[in-house]
């Protein structure tokens, strides 16, 4: 008779002395991990909740204007400086890392109204309702740092600025959008379309000599700075406060828009936008991409700013709001893609997340293991209802929750209104018009 | 080297690491979504591989017993077994005497560190078997009618004949539950992975109780008459009741009815037992029959004749079973006519317990308590994130703290516990009409629009028209046999009105004729209106 009972050698077991890790033995088999889908539902239900419990996206405000901030700029080498321009002229460059203004310049007399960091991050320029334009050292700590390199003096208003991403070359808006080369007093090249004034400019970061312009005429133009004619035209039904690229697929831009949606277009593509983002309830005024390319972040004037993912259903991802935060007209995403930057009316400049319950300071292995499991789990259960319910949920003030709840209303009953009209008409006369489609009223090629 | 690559991994290891049948990709159309699950499935296979593989990693053989020519294993005794085996086994085999006090209920913790015993005469006791370190002792003063241990803090739950009452490992009364005071409880059975244990009185009601909130979650009148005999299906943690009249039911506690009513015995039922994988089912009845029945099928798979029905049933976690008739206690390997081994007690047995990922099987008597040793009973390799043997006291602390969380909910329990991770077919169904319900059409799936390539056999427009060929050959095909089934009703038919005809004609006289007119056809039948 051969006989082995099971006997386990503690030795094997326990570790050998207190300071030693303790031994974790694995078996993989199924028999011994039951209800493993309920097992791990609940894990995600629970990593789920501690999402939103987690979530304090607000970080910190940088107050210091003494009117409301209309305009931002990162600088392109350093991510820990912003500059940003107020309704009274002032111009401040901040520092992100301790939170604090290491610049303060009157710059203008009126509206700052745009501000770009120049593409080795040596300069920065500025435009306001005085006229003028002005090159400032970035540095803040150089000897004429209280005054502009240079000043230029011009016939018309600018309402934007923006830097070219390789050359030393900008281009300014307003009446006319104008290009510039740094050592020179005049505009190399003006281009003029129709009377009508044009909102933003910005240069495309790979096909550098590409631009992108809104215009009042409720126009998106895309234009080749080398070439005296415009590529192509978009016409929405409103007009586009700004139209940004995406930093990753540069082909894709983004409309911030005066009905409340953003529309991204691909380029190649103006006859339907390839997604409309519904869900601010008054006028988006800036949008900015994150460096990824996969979200972008939207300041409104209903006192909110959403982040919405660039593909998926057009529905935010969140809303950052507070009690005294007013009407945003400037936000930024930061490069390090970690926090958000926003501009107001009262004054201040305000610091997010980027996600809303994401550990800020050091993360220990087991806690980004702990994270990406999680991430996963929630992904893989996310259209469970309940799952779904926890993590949709947000609190927004109550002005943009009654406003949202009209909005729901008069889409609910034009459509019902579309859907009669086609009942009683002839059949195909009143075709079916994708939202995609609807709100775009001529496009040229 | 003569074997680069990975070593080969046998088929038989990947399958038991399967969650299922792999899922087919080919018939989706969206690229976006086909990548995704082709990606996804990847992982998984790769999963799977890797668990196989890790097996070489497991360090720890099972238990076994092996006899030689002329030998039979069930005749072998505890003493030969413990003398054979190495000393740290041979001490797992003991006897307490326990005269005062018995008959006793036993339970082990779900990591088989410790036992818990409970005297009918008030008798409980909590101590480490292996290092025999006696935990805590005490008499409750009243009838102990059955005990469990929660896997809280080593808590032990008594029952006695009115109410369950809580203990911790420290002596202390921590809740007692008065639930149905006119009634006695007979027995209780606590679910480890729920928090939840499930009690039977003589009016035939089930109770749910969840032990961490302290909730009675659900109360059934389950209408089986006095119940005594439940066990729960560690697979899924249905509940199972064994009747009077030899049916077994299975119940969850979201549903007033049973889940499952089968008829296993033509008599009462005297025990149950499902195994680990919830793959078995162990019956014994009054007809002195054992019965395996695979409880995925409800089929039963072997019936054994014993002298004496079995007042006890017990699965280890190797699929070892143990049958207690009255005073022997019986373990069984596979389906044969011997048993795998035997041992006799002096008095009727009143409980038995396999220890988890031991080769023990504990024994409660009327008067002792005996540890048996039975090789090959239990899992050689604990997984510690699920139960560890050895775990410290901070591990055992943030274990509960996870296990409490991961507490699986009530309306969770069904037959299937992989459900959850399934395609909702039903409710996407009933979403999308409620959707067309509620915007007035039929959203029209996008026609197909070719695109623009300019040569080759692969021009979409082409594919797609080979498609179309390809599905209206069988369309043709289908309707072609439904035309030919047409066709013979038809002619079926017209054969049955000839032949009524030809009843008409018998009455003139000349039958054949008639009918041969109206069958054969002239050539100046064409020109007949």
């Known amino acids: 008779m051969k006989v082995k009972v099971l006997s386990r050698n503690p030795d094997d077991y326990l570790r050998e002395t207190k300071r030693d890790i303790h031994k974790v033995f694995r078996n993989y088999n199924p028999v011994l991990h039951p209800f493993e889908a309920p097992r791990e539902y609940l894990r995600a239900l629970n990593a789920t909740k501690l999402d939103r419990v987690f979530a304090k996206p607000f970080i910190a405000s940088l107050d210091g204007h003494r009117d409301g901030v209309c305009c931002m700029c990162r600088h392109r080498k350093k991510l820990s400086s912003i500059f940003s321009g107020s309704c009274d002229g002032e111009i401040r460059q901040w520092n992100l890392t301790n939170r604090q203004c290491i610049r303060t310049l009157q710059g203008h007399t009126g509206f700052v109204r745009g501000l770009t960091c120049s593409a080795d991050g040596n300069m920065f320029i500025s435009v306001g309702d005085d006229k003028t334009i002005k ?172 982040i919405f993912p660039v593909l998926s259903s057009g529905k935010s991802r969140e809303v950052y709001h507070t009690k005294r935060m007013q009407r945003v007209f400037t936000v930024r995403w930061s490069a390090d893609n970690r926090y958000i930057l926003s501009g107001s009316d009262e004054t201040n400049i305000r610091m997010w997340k980027a996600r809303a319950s994401e550990k800020l300071g050091m993360v220990t292995p087991r806690e980004k293991a702990a994270t990406v499991y999680n991430d996963k789990l929630k992904e893989k259960f996310a259209y469970h209802p309940q799952v779904k319910r926890i993590a949709r949920h947000r609190h927004v003030p109550k002005s943009i929750y009654q406003a949202m709840k009209e909005k729901r209303l008069i889409k609910e009953s034009q459509r019902k209104k579309e859907q009669n009209v086609r009942m009683h008409s002839k059949h195909g006369s009143v075709p079916r018009v994708v939202e995609k489609k609807k709100h775009i009223v001529t496009f040229q090629e | 080297d003569p074997f680069h690559g990975e070593a080969p991994i046998a088929m038989e290891k990947m399958e038991a690491y399967k969650r299922g049948s792999e899922y087919d990709t080919k018939n989706i159309r969206n690229k976006n979504l086909k990548r995704r699950m082709k990606s996804s499935e990847e992982k998984y296979n790769s999963a799977v591989k890797r668990a196989a593989r890790y097996e070489l990693l497991l360090t720890e053989e099972p238990g076994f017993l092996e006899t030689e020519e002329g030998e039979e294993s069930w005749s072998i005794d505890q003493r030969t077994i413990a003398d054979a085996a190495d000393i740290a086994s041979a001490n797992k085999h003991f006897e307490l005497k326990l005269n005062q006090f018995g008959p006793y209920r036993i339970d082990y913790t779900r990591n088989g560190r410790h036992l818990l015993i409970g005297g009918r005469r008030g008798h409980v006791a909590a101590f480490d078997w292996i290092t025999k370190q006696l935990t805590c002792e005490m008499n409750v003063m009243e009838a102990v009618q059955d005990v469990k241990s929660l896997c809280i803090g080593a808590f032990s739950c008594n029952l006695y004949r009115f109410n369950i009452e809580l203990y911790t490992n420290r002596d202390v009364k921590m809740q007692c539950i008065l639930s149905n005071i006119n009634s006695v409880k007979l027995q209780i059975l606590f679910q480890k992975y729920n928090f939840a244990w499930n009690s039977i009185n003589q009016h035939g009601f089930l109770q749910y109780t969840d032990v961490s909130i302290g909730n009675i979650v659900s109360t059934i009148n389950t209408k089986g008459g006095r119940l005594n005999i439940m066990c729960h299906n560690p697979h899924n943690a249905v509940v199972l009741l064994g009747h009077h009249n030899g049916s077994v039911t299975m119940w969850t506690p979201n549903q007033k009815e049973p889940v499952v009513k089968m008829l296993c015995h033509n008599t009462a039922i005297r025990a149950l037992a499902v195994d680990q994988c919830g793959n078995y089912l162990a019956t014994s009845g009054q007809d002195r029959k054992m019965k395996i029945y695979d409880v995925r099928m409800f089929k039963p798979l072997h019936s054994y004749q014993l002298h004496t029905g079995p007042s006890n049933l017990c699965f280890s976690q190797r699929n070892l079973l143990a049958a207690t008739c009255q005073n022997v206690v019986q373990i069984y390997k596979d389906p044969c006519e011997h048993p795998y081994l035997t041992h006799r007690l002096r008095l009727p047995v009143e409980d038995v317990a396999f220890c988890p990922y031991e080769d023990v099987l504990g024994v409660g008597g009327s008067d002792s308590f005996v540890s048996l040793l039975v090789p090959g009973a239990g899992e050689a390799n604990y997984d510690a994130f699920e139960s560890n043997p050895n775990r410290s ?137």
């Not at chain 1, 740094?182 to 909102?199: C, F, T």
């Not at chain 1, 990824?292 to 300041?299: D, I, L, P, Q």
């Not at chain 2, 070719?450 to 427009?461: A, V």
């Open chain 1, 135 to 306: 090159h400032w050292n970035t540095d803040a700590l150089s000897e004429g740092r209280d005054f502009p390199i240079n000043t230029l003096v011009t016939k018309s208003l600018y309402t934007g600025v923006d830097h070219h991403w390789t050359e030393a070359t900008y281009a300014t808006c307003g009446q006319t959008v104008d290009i510039w080369n740094l050592e020179r007093a005049e505009p190399i090249r003006v281009y003029k379309w129709g009377m009508d004034s044009v909102n933003s400019v910005r240069f495309n970061p790979v096909e550098t000599n590409l631009c992108i312009s809104t215009v009042v005429d409720r126009s998106i133009r895309l234009y080749d700075i080398r070439a005296a004619v415009p590529l192509n035209k978009v016409t929405l039904k409103l007009k586009s406060n700004v139209a940004v690229w995406n930093p990753m697929e540069a082909y894709v831009f983004t409309a911030a828009n005066e009905d409340h949606n953003l529309y991204t277009f691909d380029m190649r593509k103006l006859d339907a936008a390839v997604n409309v983002h519904t869900d601010h309830t008054d006028a988006v005024l800036d949008v900015d991409y994150s460096p990824t390319g996969r979200e972008f972040v939207s300041g409104s004037y209903d006192r909110s700013i959403r």
């Open chain 2, 393 to 529: 006291k901070k591990q055992r602390r943030e274990w509960e703290v996870k296990a409490l969380l991961e507490k699986i909910q009530p309306d969770m329990i069904s037959l299937d516990p992989m459900v959850l991770s399934k395609v909702d077919h039903v409710s996407m169904e009933r979403l999308r009409k409620d959707k067309e319900e509620r915007m007035g059409f039929v959203e029209e799936t996008a026609k197909f629009e070719p695109k623009h390539k300019n040569k080759g056999r692969s021009k979409s427009g082409n594919v797609e028209k080979r498609k179309q060929k390809v599905h209206g050959a069988t369309i043709r095909e289908q309707i072609k046999e439904e035309m030919k089934a047409k066709r013979e009703k038809l002619l079926k038919a017209e054969e049955s009105s000839l032949d009524q005809i030809a009843v008409v004609d018998n009455q003139t006289g000349d039958t054949t004729e008639f009918k041969n007119a109206l069958t054969r056809k002239s050539a100046l039948d064409r020109f007949k209106k």
